[in-house]
């Protein structure tokens, strides 16, 4: 008796929360999911981003771009953090501060800074012409967004990753030293399985991040084409708010798969997923 | 597996920030013998360890020989040694097998031989039922016997061994103290056992290097360095230390408590060090010494006295007689006047 009681308390107490959870999460994507059903092509149009080959084109640069992106600032956040946290020398604090400084940075501001560095006018491009008589330019590529990305996603996973290494036991490693690894080992067989779980939840934020940034690609904009870019075209330009709301739901979908998967493989710590 | 012999020369060591954690330090370590290194924390013993094993450079001018051949330039992948950690340092990614076969995997041994070793060595340490543990399944004494049996499997040249019991609980520091004792003797392998624990050196060591503030402050047998310790640091180290002081005059030592016979005492002896051992109760009338009984414990086979004589630190005297001893009592203290040293 006094046990229901009690439940229906916790009910009670859990009710403001669960309005707040039906009305901002849970109307608006069931919402997006029946719109996304409501074209000219019925629900047929959640068939399109297979079936029609320029979204699914879009669908799997976009994936393969978050891959490409998490892969590098991993590689990247790994060997910097572990360093810095490592080696005390002067102007350490500093260098990691100034590594997480773009983490406020619009997309937008993103997008000029990588213009400004390998677009027409960018520095990359005037050194190559003084070297090579050529202008290299790939702002507006999928390189360039790639960069744009690498850029704003190591501030993202760098303190993770350090707070991780700051963990490792430094007796791990010389014990398998002392068995005879050499340092390339040591890494192999005890830095990386150390960092493993900080390498899945940073990673995870990381992708996440990728396939649903916008500004970037958007201050690039000519020769992209990600799925975040494709939802922005149809939805302004095409007015078609059915192919816009199915694509961000599957967008929403995809994304939230791929990252249960790599909670699968962390046993739980990711804490990112969806 | 040949044991080998080990020596440093003129092995120092001076941290970036300029503390010198080692005076430059001569030492030999014969072919299969068990050298314990003692001494308090911050004494260097872990820094000459970690010289020997190839994890810290000594100074410009130091050197490390195995069997007369110059190891120094050597990192500690190349010197093939065995290390044992206070901590235990398993991977904690792999299980117990593949923990114990690392080495062996390095070495791009054939899977079958690796199996074998591994399987030898289970058996050896006796865990041969935890094979497919994980690490974080064991408990500290089985992880210690893995980590054992980790550093011994690729047969290494010597065995360096860092505070491997501090770790553990009394009780079962006792039980892996014998079994690393019995295994350093069957296999006959170079060791050195650092350590804190003057009982744990005394029971393993061949030979024991006390060392104090980066110094030595002896290095012998444990018998020699329990007997005859060179310096009072060494004395109150080891062991329980009786010191009285007092003046050398004809026929004895005066002290606050009585002139005690001790005719071998040197003109210049300010204080008359000797072990509980070596000091009795005696009949308070006719004893050389009296003083008062400062505390007592009863610990069954015998009763522990802590007996003041005048001021110095109360006297440490044990005795099976099983009466009652009240605090305040006086009793009379009898020192075999053999083992008293002046230090």
Redesign the interface.
């Known amino acids: 008796m006094a046990l229901r009681r009690e439940n229906s308390l916790l009910i009670a107490l859990l009710l403001p929360a669960g309005i707040f959870f039906c009305a901002f999460f849970l109307l608006p994507l069931v919402r997006l999911f029946l719109i996304g059903g409501e074209g000219k092509l019925g629900y047929a149009a959640y068939a399109a981003i297979v079936t029609d080959r320029n979204y699914f084109r879009s669908l799997v640069s976009t994936l393969v771009l978050a891959a490409g992106t998490t892969v590098i600032t991993l590689i990247i956040s790994g060997i910097a953090g572990v360093f810095l946290q490592r080696h005390s020398f002067r102007g350490n604090a500093v260098l990691v501060s100034m590594l997480t400084f773009p983490l406020a940075f619009p997309g937008v501001v993103i997008g000029f800074m990588v213009i400004m560095l390998a677009g027409r006018q960018g520095l990359i491009g005037d050194i190559t012409l003084a070297l090579t008589g050529e202008k290299l330019v790939f702002a507006y590529s999928m390189a360039g967004l790639l960069m744009g990305y690498v850029y704003f996603s190591i501030p993202r996973t760098i303190l993770t990753v350090m707070a991780a290494a700051e963990k490792l036991d430094p007796k791990l490693e010389e014990a398998a030293r002392s068995l005879g690894a050499s340092p390339w080992r040591v890494v192999l067989d005890v830095i990386i399985p150390g960092l493993k779980p900080a390498f899945l939840a940073a990673g995870a934020i990381c992708f996440a991040t990728a396939v649903g940034a916008f500004g970037t690609a958007f201050t690039l904009a000519t020769r992209i084409n990600v799925l975040p870019m494709v939802i922005y075209t149809e939805f302004t330009l095409q007015a078609n708010m059915a192919m816009a709301a199915a694509l961000s739901f599957v967008l929403g979908a995809v994304t939230w798969i791929v990252l249960a998967i790599a909670r699968q493989f962390a046993g739980g710590t990711v804490a990112a997923a969806g | 597996m040949q044991p080998v012999s080990i020596r440093l020369s003129r092995c120092g060591k001076t941290f970036p920030d300029g503390t010198r954690a080692l005076e430059p330090l001569d030492l030999d370590i014969g072919a299969g013998e068990t050298m314990v290194f003692l001494g308090p924390s911050g004494c260097g013993k872990t820094t000459t360890l970690r010289i020997i ?1 190839g ?1 810290e450079a000594p100074d410009e001018g130091g050197s490390v020989t195995f069997d007369g051949v110059d190891v120094t330039p050597l ?3 190349k010197r ?4 044992v ?1 206070q ?1 235990y ?5 792999m299980s117990v097998a593949e923990n114990i076969g ?2 062996l995997r ?2 791009k041994r054939p899977a079958t031989a690796i199996r074998q070793r591994v399987g030898e060595l289970l058996e050896m340490m006796r865990i041969s039922p935890l094979a497919d543990r994980r690490i974080d399944q064991l408990s500290g004494g089985q992880r210690q016997r893995v ?1 054992l049996a ?2 011994l499997a ?1 047969e290494p040249r010597a065995l ?1 061994l860092d505070e491997p019991l501090t770790a553990l609980d009394a009780k079962l520091r006792d039980v892996l103290r014998l079994e690393i004792d019995g295994l350093l003797r069957r296999l006959g392998i170079t060791a050195i056992y650092v350590t804190h624990d003057q009982a744990e050196a005394m029971a393993l060591g061949d030979r024991i290097l006390v060392m104090d503030h980066g110094k030595v402050a002896q290095i012998g047998s444990p018998r020699d360095i329990y007997q005859r310790p060179a310096s009072r640091y060494v004395a109150e180290f080891i062991g329980t230390m009786n010191r009285l002081s007092g003046q050398p005059e004809s026929g004895g030592f005066r002290t606050a408590g009585g002139l005690l016979p001790w005719a071998a005492a040197p003109h210049a002896a300010r204080e008359a060090w000797f072990r509980p051992e070596d000091t009795a109760l005696a009949d308070a009338a006719s004893a050389p010494l009296s003083g008062s009984i400062d505390a007592a414990f009863f610990l069954g086979d015998r009763t522990r006295l802590f007996v003041s004589i005048g001021n110095d630190k109360p006297l440490v005297v044990e005795t099976a007689e099983r009466r009652e001893f009240r605090i305040g009592e006086t009793v009379g203290l009898q020192v075999d006047a053999s083992r008293i040293l002046a230090l």
Do not use: D, Q, W
């Not at chain 2, 093939?80 to 290390?83: A, D, H, K, P």
């Not at chain 2, 340092?89 to 990614?93: D, G, Q, S, T, V």
């Open positions: 094993a994890l990192p500690i992948e093939n040694v065995g290390m950690f901590s340092a398993l991977f904690p990614n690392y080495g390095i070495r980590a980790r550093a690729a360096l």
